[in-house]
């Protein structure tokens, strides 16, 4: 870093874990970024609260070792981010620091490397024209990223209208080389590269506006699309206590989700998860478009044992890097495991700055800092007429398992779709084990949706869900009365009532993440699939005592789960959809 | 501690609080250890030159003007070969009798390894006991706690398995282990294989809790020295993480923090996961797996302890009484390793994922078939049956006290298949009855 950037400097007065306080000799700026000059080696830190001449800052990694009069400089810039072709495929840390340019085993102490690869070159093509008038984000050109058109913006952070000078012919560039010259109301000469930086804390905001969610948001798990189903651009977020197979849902989102553009971020939790992505996500194909699922994916990781400032810098890192992707007109989807991990090193802060706690020791403003966040999110529309996406889905990990605890209530308030995992469902091994009935989606109340759905589903697919539902509910109720009244305490109709709304549970509910087939489901077979067992449900049938009616469904659902495991409408698919009409034409009441 | 010329020495203390003390000392560093009056010390808070001082053992008394000497160094210890067969307190000094030793002092608690050079687990560990072995595999790499009451026999338990556990080196690092429990691990270990394999780092009960703070750092810096530089396979043991958590809320206590969830400090979950991600595998083949108790009350799995641990850890393990035959197994029900995957069927036998979720879903039938029974209903055929397989599963394969190769424990569980069971009740592919059913 280039001395003549630092606007001013100090020294530390105090080290209290990794909060230092600095005395500094000029103007601070709130969460500007400073680096502390230890043993040669600049360690990066943020300004978090100013006293007077004093910066309260936050240091980004072990402040062992660090003494008072320790120098430091600040730089008056917030904490950025590089963005410009190449993201996609890197696995960054919570500072974007690409961790593969690391040398060593080890995290050293002060160790920084650049996000991008310099030296590669990009086969860029123009879009604007000389002449043009520009605002920041619009479209100077692409070069193909993996198969991406990665468009290369006006710079997000220049302010007015600005006029395309010079626009490089189609050639090879560096992300450093200039491609295009601006210049502003004033006459004076802008050069733009293809790399930019911006402020993580910041929301990128050059759109249009931002459109209300109506399409759905495919990810082939049923119990999401089918029954509490996520829209493009919306929000979502997974409680649930551990063990209950947050990880495995998220992975699942990751791998089929029907987004273009994957962001990931591991946000204090455990490191061999992400070990398990660098190491799987390489050797399977996104099954929409036959790529390498590594190439629409880049991973923020700041895992459990990194430094707890970065960690909670990490979630910012990761949605500045969607929202650029967004910006181009992609459909993005950005995953956050955990959010509570990032709540907890707010709180970590908070107390060490002595502020007076709200519930459970976390910061007052707890609330607030996690609807800002959520609400980056959204469906945006841009000048030349692109739409592009961020959806993001956030887990929360309940301390005990308890929902009434400050994150999971703070979140509650602002995502749209609450996919509840339940620990009883884990424990019978239900996977994946989101309660429907305690689940919900707002979306399903969306007149956007209900349009759309009509529109590209199918003419009765919200009543056909409803219909499902209340007969699941309906399941659940008798369940509760044959517990209380015994096998023989009740009439035969209500063993099927319940066992009814066991098929729905094994056959539209549970699916096999494991299994080829049965974990991706299209929203075509979901729609047939629905609706055979909505068919099956208003079916009366015939039967004699309720050791009859289990058998009868045993077999019911075990033939609906082969089709499951078959693919959609082969021969085999076929052949037990005939099998399961014979069983069924065998106890139809006419 | 010898004095050293350039180390710094200070004889006024400002402030004396239960486990801290402050002075003033210009040009200290953040993590610095300091012995006062020889109790070891270390800076956990500078403000100006005012400097607050973490004493380990307590600051009972410590009078205004003791000597207070400064070492320059943040925590260091003699880390190589020579540990080896060694027994040491929280400071280092060997409590087994046998002199000091000298060696190339290393830094404890150093950095973290970065996630992209870690390589996945793929290591079985074989412990001999079915309910580890066959239902909750462990992998090398892995990390994972005994949920335990403190009453059950969770120590016994952890050395039955380091001394059947097939690794180069054994760590044990003990908080609060009462004197017999010491003795206990020693004795058995060095009558196992010899004192070449375990290194143990212990606090005892007679000790200060606060001491206890030291003890995993050490463990775990000693463990990166043989996996990382020797290329060891190294399981480290870790009994009781809740006494050592009790000692971190202790010491935040004292520093005047705001507790979070059950008096715990907030920043628990970090401060265990600091500890638990040391465990690894390395590109170059060395290894740390940990198997650590953390002790419940009442069972409570709620408690910001285990609950935390239960967010960091690669699954937990439960202890619990088979009353049908009064022995200790491992719950198959409570107990899950999330790591198994990554072996079972692959390095084992490819029948064994099916075994093991047959009999495991057998024995659940019989804990309802048991249920009916207490509850005065009419047992059928197939409930005695299942009983009786669930009697003979629990004595013969998952009691802790037996000790089967995993290719053993599927053949005797294929045999009580055989013996109590009909085919479709236990409902395995059909290419594996037809190699493991004899007829």
């Known amino acids: ?590 | 501690m010898e004095t050293k010329s350039f180390q710094k020495i200070y004889y006024r203390l400002s402030n004396i609080t239960k486990a801290t003390c402050s002075l003033k000392a210009p040009g200290v560093g953040y993590e610095e250890m300091a012995f006062i009056q020889g109790r070891a010390a270390q800076v956990v808070k500078i403000i100006g030159d005012e400097v607050t001082l973490q004493v380990f053992s307590g600051t009972e008394g410590l009078s205004t003007d003791s000597e207070v000497i400064f070492t320059g160094e943040s925590p260091r210890m003699a880390i190589g070969d020579h540990l080896e067969g060694r027994f040491f307190n929280s400071f280092g000094k060997p409590i087994d009798g046998y002199p000091i030793i000298e060696g190339t002092l290393r830094e404890v608690g150093g950095p973290s390894v970065n996630p992209v050079r870690r390589v996945q687990p793929s290591q079985l560990i074989t412990t001999g006991i079915a309910g580890i072995d066959m239902n909750n595999t462990l992998v090398s790499g892995q990390k994972i706690p005994f949920f335990a009451d403190p009453d059950q026999p969770y120590n016994q338990v952890l050395s039955m398995i380091a001394l059947r556990a097939k690794v180069d080196k054994i760590i044990l690092g003990g908080m609060g282990l009462t004197w017999d429990d010491y003795l206990f691990f020693k004795n058995s270990f060095e009558h196992g294989y010899g004192k070449s394999k375990i290194i143990g780092f212990i606090n005892t009960l007679e000790d200060s809790p606060v001491e206890r703070l030291l003890i995993p750092d050490m463990a775990l810096s000693t463990a990166e020295y043989f996996a990382y530089e020797k290329n060891e396979k190294v399981l480290v043991l870790l009994t009781d993480m809740t006494l050592y958590s009790d000692a971190l809320s202790i010491v935040s206590n004292r520093m005047d923090q705001i507790p979070s969830k059950d008096s715990m400090p907030g920043s628990l979950y970090s401060d265990l996961a600091r500890l638990y991600e040391k465990a690894v595998q390395f590109p170059d083949g060395g290894n740390i797996t940990i198997l650590a108790v953390t002790t419940l009350s009442g069972g409570d799995i709620t408690h910001a302890i285990p609950d935390n641990t239960g967010y960091i850890t690669e699954g937990q393990l439960f202890l619990r009484r088979a009353t049908e035959i009064s022995k200790v197994i491992v719950d198959p029900f409570r107990s899950l390793s999330r790591l198994k995957q990554l072996v079972i069927g692959k390095s084992t036998r490819t029948d064994h994922p099916q075994v093991m979720n047959a009999a495991i879903r057998l024995y659940a039938d019989a804990a309802n078939a048991r249920t009916k029974l207490e509850n005065g209903f009419e047992l059928t055929d197939y409930d005695k049956r299942v009983l009786k397989f669930a009697e003979d599963y629990s004595g013969k394969i998952l009691a802790i006290d037996v000790n089967l190769e995993i290719d053993q424990m599927l053949d005797q569980t294929w045999q009580l298949f055989q013996a109590h069971m009909s085919k479709d009740e236990v409902d395995i592919k059909q290419e594996f009855v037809d190699i493991y059913w004899k007829n």
């Open chain 1, 1 to 590: 870093m280039n001395n003549n950037l630092y606007t001013c400097t100090g020294e530390i007065t105090a080290i209290i874990a990794n909060m230092v306080i600095v005395k500094a000799n000029g103007p601070i700026r709130q969460n500007e970024i400073c680096f502390y000059s230890h043993n040669d080696k600049d360690i990066m830190g943020e300004v978090i609260r100013t006293d007077g001449n004093y910066a309260y800052t936050q240091v980004f990694e072990s402040t062992r070792g660090f003494k008072v009069g320790m120098k430091t400089n600040f730089t008056g810039n917030m904490l950025e981010v590089y963005l410009g072709p190449g993201l996609l495929t890197k696995n960054f840390d919570g500072l974007q620091n690409d961790l593969d340019k690391m040398e060593g085993v080890f995290l050293e102490r002060g160790a920084r490397t650049y996000p991008l690869d310099v030296d590669k070159k990009w086969t860029f093509k123009p879009v604007a024209q000389p002449g043009d008038q520009v605002l920041a984000g619009d479209w100077l050109g692409e070069v193909d990223e993996l198969g991406f058109p990665h468009k290369i913006m006006v710079p997000f952070k220049l302010e007015g209208t600005f006029r395309v000078v010079e626009i490089a012919r189609a050639n090879d560039y560096c992300i450093n080389d200039t491609i295009a010259t601006l210049s502003n109301e004033a006459g004076e000469n802008i050069k733009v590269t293809m790399v930019q930086t911006w402020p993580v804390r910041v929301p990128v905001k050059s759109y249009l506006e931002k459109l209300r969610p109506s399409k759905l948001f495919e990810t082939g798990i049923r119990v999401i699309d089918t029954q509490n189903p996520i829209l493009e651009g919306g929000t979502g977020f997974i409680p649930g206590p551990f063990g209950s197979g947050k990880t495995v849902l998220q992975h699942a989102l990751a791998r089929q989700a029907a987004a273009e553009i994957v962001i990931i971020a591991a946000c204090g939790e455990r490191a061999n998860e992400v070990v398990e992505i660098f190491t799987e996500f390489p050797e399977l194909d996104d099954p929409r478009t036959g790529k390498n699922l590594m190439e629409r994916t880049c991973i923020v990781a700041n895992t459990s044992n990194m430094p707890v400032a970065a960690r909670e810098a990490s979630v910012y890192t990761a949605m500045t890097i969607a929202e650029y992707y967004r910006a181009m007109g992609l459909r993005t989807l950005l995953l956050a495991d955990s959010t509570s991990r990032w709540a907890q090193a707010l709180r970590e802060m908070s107390n060490r700055l002595e502020e007076l706690p709200g519930p459970d020791a976390y910061p007052m403003d707890l609330s607030a800092i996690i609807s800002n966040y959520y609400s980056r999110a959204g469906q945006t529309v841009h000048r030349n007429g692109s739409k592009g996406s961020v959806t993001f889905i956030g887990t929360v990990s309940p301390a005990g398992g308890n929902l009434l605890e400050p994150v999971t209530e703070a979140t509650k308030k602002v995502a749209r779709c609450f996919f509840a995992l339940s620990q009883d469902r884990a424990d019978s091994k239900r996977y994946p084990a989101i309660d429907p009935i305690d689940s919900y989606s707002k979306y399903l109340e969306y007149p956007e949706f209900t349009e759309y759905s009509k529109e590209h589903i199918g003419e009765n697919w919200l009543e056909d869900i409803e219909f499902n539902r209340d007969a699941l509910i309906q399941g659940r109720e008798v369940y509760e009365q044959i517990n209380i009244l015994g096998d023989d305490g009740v009439p035969v109709d209500y063993h099927v009532t319940f066992w009814k709304s066991e098929m729905i549970d094994f056959v539209i509910l549970q699916q096999d993440a494991y299994d080829e087939i049965d974990s991706n489901t299209s929203i075509p077979r979901q729609k047939y699939m629905l609706e055979k067992v909505n068919d099956i449900l208003r079916t009366r049938f015939v039967l004699g005592d309720f050791e009859e009616v289990r058998n009868f469904f045993k077999k019911i659902i075990y033939i609906l789960k082969q089709m499951n495991y078959s693919e959609f409408q082969s021969d085999k698919f076929i052949g037990f959809e005939n099998e399961l009409q014979k069983v069924i034409n065998e106890k139809v009441k006419d």
